[in-house]
């Protein structure tokens, strides 16, 4: 299976500060890559799909990049619905598998 | 619009199975894409189980291999996920959910407790 490492674990922020969250891949999965929110109590949201590509309906704030085995999601002044966890996923094998996640949380 | 939704108890013994289905409305299962349980344990893991594709081929994870079945029904637009001999580190909340590259579309989740 691909393990996809995610850090840091717990992200303490203020509203208002960007972020960078990393997920790396224990081999290299091109651009096959998706991050997703989970807020307790809701469905994981897919936020971008493919390492950078936008999804409709999420706010701009939320972009992606990277290739290979390192990837980033940023979020470009957190604003106070983003504290949630956040989860990477990699389609490059079929055997899918997730990051552990990295939580937001409020300084 | 799509729309997934699971059903089935909330509450299993140990050594028993565990059986869930996921009715889809808005799309049919035969059309295309792979059809996925996923859950997620207390605390933050979540873990892909495996997937029913358009076609009625199944894939599983391979640490769940053994144990876990899905099926579908396509009368009924739904597909079924059966985990076998369950024990308390089964519990977790299940989703069923649309694709994998990405996962577009999720239900809203089924708790499940395995408890005697």
């Known amino acids: 299976n691909i393990v996809l490492t995610q850090s840091p674990a717990t992200l303490s922020v203020t509203p208002g500060e960007s972020v960078s969250l990393s997920c790396r891949a224990s081999?290299?999965?091109?651009?096959?890559i998706h991050w997703y929110q989970k807020k307790s109590n809701e469905s994981p949201r897919l936020l971008i799909k493919?390492?950078?590509q936008s999804i409709s309906g999420i706010p701009s704030r939320f972009s992606g990049s990277g290739s290979g085995t390192d990837f980033t999601l940023s979020i470009n002044r957190v604003e106070s619905e983003d504290f949630s966890i956040y989860y990477c996923?990699?389609?490059?094998?079929?055997?899918?598998?997730f990051g552990a996640g990295t939580k937001l949380e409020l300084k | 619009e799509v729309q997934l939704q699971e059903s089935g108890p909330g509450l299993v013994k140990p050594s028993q199975s565990l059986s869930l289905t996921c009715s889809v409305t808005?799309?049919?299962?035969?059309?295309?894409?792979?059809w996925n349980w996923i859950r997620k344990f207390p605390g933050n893991k979540l873990e892909w189980m495996g997937y029913?594709?358009?076609?009625?081929?199944?894939n599983y994870t391979p640490s769940l291999k053994s144990r876990i079945s899905i099926t579908r029904d396509t009368s009924k637009n739904q597909f079924f996920l059966q985990v076998n001999s369950v024990t308390t580190e089964d519990t977790a909340t299940y989703y069923c959910?649309?694709?994998?590259?990405?996962?577009?579309?999720w239900g809203q989740g089924v708790m499940v407790t395995v408890s005697s």
């Open positions: 029913i594709n358009s076609a009625g081929s199944s």
């Open positions: 081999q290299s999965i091109s651009t096959s």
């Open positions: 996923q990699q389609s490059y094998s079929s055997l899918y598998t």
């Open positions: 959910a649309r694709g994998g590259s990405p996962f577009d579309y």
């Open positions: 493919y390492a950078s």
């Open positions: 808005g799309y049919s299962i035969t059309s295309s894409y792979k």
